[in-house]
């Protein structure tokens, strides 16, 4: 899926979730004109499961990409919303006049559901922000979801079986208590962080993933802080919290149609680098810098039978890799600048004789470039090669068009 996000959208949805915020409190009494308490349970539950269903696609989307990427990352992802999932599930199902689930469904049995789930996912996302990506050797998704089953097991054991001794977090018709408040500022701030971590991110890589993210993030930044001044849980303060959490999901799952895009160009990459490294013989650019060719890319099975490392060749000057005629490559770079043409020659190296052929290009239209292919020849007839001291015989060179 292509995506139009854009910087100015992202300011232009965020400051029209502050303004619309502002606007519904502002007109509070004529919107409680048109509002009616008694549907808010039907439209809860309908707000709950889009979030839910959002939490269960993307832990099913990370356990099938774990498989291929290994990334930690991507592991993270699936326990935080698998969490997130089941404890929204759970407040969904314990909220206030919901059908008998256990126990009878009550105010604090879903607010500390509710508070676990805000909790962890603030954790979580900014863990994942966080951390850097490492390749893991094992797979662990059996282990996270059992990680999983154990924790929300272990939140809905003392909830429902103590929950008439756990802290009030609401009173009803009062509105919400300091322990309350104080979780969800705690709750604020490390979204806040999160939110600064992924602008971040986005400045650095121009990523619209991220970009998406922050907007998620200034969303659900913006619920937290609606459900510290609600005074019921059927009230108009508490649905907009809800509205406001739904869009922020929503902005998460929109993050997540730029990850096969990602996913996809990553696995390609690896495809070609496997396919360089298995390259009969091996390709090299080198950009001009002086009077020397610096090498850019080098790959190919062929360095690995000269005895050469690739990442130890990078950067360096061909002067200084093709002992002991290291001149002559060079040469014949400055050479085909010279000529303006593709040329082709041979060269021993390592008891070897090689085949090179290099075509002349403007990197960018500005640094000259070399693209070159070698193959190995040995044993069969080669052209004549010059010493690095002699001027070079353009009689020698065979030109061809690449």
């Not at 303060?237 to 739904?246: C, L, R």
């Not at 009969?280 to 005895?307: C, M, N, R, Y």
Request: charged share 20%; net charge neutral.
């Amino acid at each position: 899926m292509k995506s139009n996000l854009t910087e100015g959208k992202f300011l232009i949805y965020s400051t029209f979730a502050v303004l619309l915020l502002m606007a519904i409190h502002i007109f509070q009494p004529q919107i409680y004109a048109i509002y009616n308490p008694k549907n808010y349970v039907g439209f809860h539950t309908l707000l709950e499961s889009f979030s839910i269903s959002i939490s269960a696609a993307i832990m099913l989307y990370g356990l099938k990409q774990f498989g291929v990427t290994r990334s930690s990352r991507m592991l993270l992802m699936v326990i935080t919303f698998f969490l997130v999932g089941t404890l929204d599930l759970l407040h969904t199902l314990s909220f206030k006049s919901m059908p008998y689930f256990i126990t009878e469904s009550s105010i604090a049995k879903a607010t500390w559901f509710w508070i676990s789930a805000r909790f962890f996912q603030a954790l979580f996302i900014f863990l994942i922000l966080l951390i850097p990506e490492r390749k893991l050797t094992r797979d662990y998704r059996v282990a996270a979801i059992i990680l999983g089953y154990i924790i929300t097991g272990s939140i809905a054991f003392i909830v429902i079986q103590y929950e008439n001794n756990l802290p009030l977090l609401v009173v009803e018709g009062k509105g919400t208590t300091y322990l309350k408040n104080g979780i969800e500022y705690v709750v604020s701030i490390i979204q806040f962080g999160s939110l600064l971590l992924t602008l971040y991110q986005y400045h650095v890589e121009k990523s619209e993933e991220k970009l998406a993210m922050a907007l998620a993030i200034v969303f659900l930044l913006l619920t937290e802080l609606v459900f510290t001044i609600y005074q019921s849980v059927f009230d108009l303060d508490n649905f907009t919290g809800h509205i406001f959490k739904a869009l922020g999901f929503f902005f998460i799952l929109k993050s997540f149609y730029f990850a096969p895009e990602k996913d996809k160009s990553a696995q390609n990459e690896q495809g070609t680098n496997k396919l360089l490294n298995e390259l009969p013989g091996f390709i090299f650019t080198a950009v001009k810098k002086g009077s020397d060719f610096i090498v850019t890319v080098i790959e190919g099975d062929l360095l690995h039978q000269l005895g050469l490392n690739h990442e130890e060749l990078v950067k360096r000057p061909l002067t200084e890799i093709f002992l002991p005629k290291s001149g002559t490559l060079n040469d014949y770079c400055h050479l085909a600048f010279r000529l303006q043409e593709s040329i082709r020659f041979e060269m021993d190296l390592m008891e070897k004789t090689l085949l090179i052929s290099i075509k002349p290009t403007l990197e960018d239209g500005q640094n000259e470039t070399i693209i070159g292919t070698v193959i190995d020849m040995t044993g069969v007839h080669h052209f004549p090669i010059p010493n690095k001291n002699e001027k070079l015989d353009t009689r020698n060179v065979q030109k061809v068009v690449m």
